[in-house]
C-alpha cells in the first residue's frame, strides 16, 4: 500500500523547534521528491520546501530559510523536518506529501505552540 | 516572490459546470495541478501536468491551460463536489512550489 504515515501531534513552548517525521512505505522513497506543506486553521495550503531524498539536497521557501532544516534517512524510507523559533503563528497541521505527481500526502501533524 | 491568483469562492448548481481559474507568470512554462480539500482531510490531487487525472479521479474534473490562466472545470458538479481547491506550481527557477490561495465551491 502506497503511504506515507506521519508522527503524532505535538505541543510545543514558544522559542523551542519540533521535528516531524514522514515514513513512506509501498514505493520508491528515493525515486521522487519529498515536499513539506502545511495549513493554518480555517487557512490554505502553503509549500515549506522539498528534499531530494536520493542526494539530500534541498530547497526552501523563502520565508522558511534559516528556520527549517530537511533530513532523510534512506535505510528506514523516512523525511524529517525540523522548525526553530517556534510561535504562536506556527500552530499549523504540517504535511508531507511526494510520490511522481505529489500525489501521495500524509495524514498531517498538528503542531500546537503555546506557553 | 511568486503568486498564484485564485478567486475566492465559486458557486454552481449540481448538474452545471463550474470553472476555477488560477493566474501565474510563469504558467505557460511551467505545469499546474490541482488539489481538491474537504474539511479536515488531506489534499486530493485531481489534476497533474495541466490536464492529466489521477485513476479514480471522475471524468467530469478536467484542467486547461491558456498563456498564463489555468484552469479547472468540473462538468457536472456534484453536491460531493463542494471543497477546497487549490491550484499548485513551480516558479520559473523551477526550484520553489507556490499554492494558489484555494477556492471554495459551493454546490447547492
Known amino acids: 500500500q502506497v503511504q506515507l504515515v506521519q508522527s503524532g501531534a505535538e505541543v510545543k513552548k514558544p522559542g523551542a523547534s519540533v521535528m516531524v517525521s514522514c515514513k513512506a512505505s509501498?514505493?520508491?522513497?528515493?525515486?521522487?521528491?519529498l515536499h513539506w506543506v502545511r495549513q493554518a486553521p480555517g487557512q490554505g495550503l502553503e509549500w515549506m520546501g522539498r528534499?531530494?531524498?536520493?542526494?539530500?539536497?534541498?530547497n526552501y521557501a523563502q520565508k522558511f530559510q534559516g528556520r527549517v532544516t530537511m533530513t532523510r534517512d534512506t535505510s528506514i524510507s523516512t523525511a524529517y523536518m525540523e522548525l526553530s523559533r517556534l510561535t504562536s503563528d506556527d500552530t499549523v497541521v504540517y504535511y508531507c506529501?511526494?510520490?511522481?505527481?505529489?500525489?501521495?500526502w500524509g495524514q498531517g501533524t498538528m503542531v500546537t505552540v503555546s506557553s | 516572490s511568486y503568486e498564484l491568483t485564485q478567486p475566492p469562492s465559486v458557486s454552481v448548481s449540481p448538474g452545471q459546470t463550474a470553472r476555477i481559474t488560477c493566474s501565474g507568470d510563469?504558467?505557460?512554462?511551467?505545469?499546474p495541478y490541482w488539489y481538491q480539500q474537504k474539511s479536515g482531510q488531506a489534499p486530493v490531487l485531481v489534476i497533474y501536468?495541466?490536464?492529466k487525472r489521477p485513476s479514480g479521479i471522475p471524468e467530469r474534473f478536467s484542467g486547461s491551460s491558456s498563456g498564463t490562466m489555468a484552469t479547472l472545470t468540473i462538468s457536472g458538479a456534484q453536491v460531493e463536489d463542494e471543497a477546497d481547491y487549490y491550484c499548485?506550481?513551480?516558479?520559473?527557477?523551477?526550484?520553489?512550489?507556490?499554492f494558489g490561495g484555494g477556492t471554495k465551491l459551493t454546490v447547492l
Open positions: 506529501a511526494g510520490g511522481e505527481w505529489v500525489d501521495i
Open positions: 509501498g514505493y520508491t522513497f528515493t525515486g521522487y521528491y
Open positions: 528534499i531530494n531524498p536520493a542526494s539530500g539536497d534541498t
Open positions: 510563469a504558467l505557460p512554462k511551467k505545469y
Open positions: 501536468e495541466d490536464n
Open positions: 499548485y506550481s513551480t516558479d520559473s527557477s523551477g526550484n520553489h512550489r507556490v
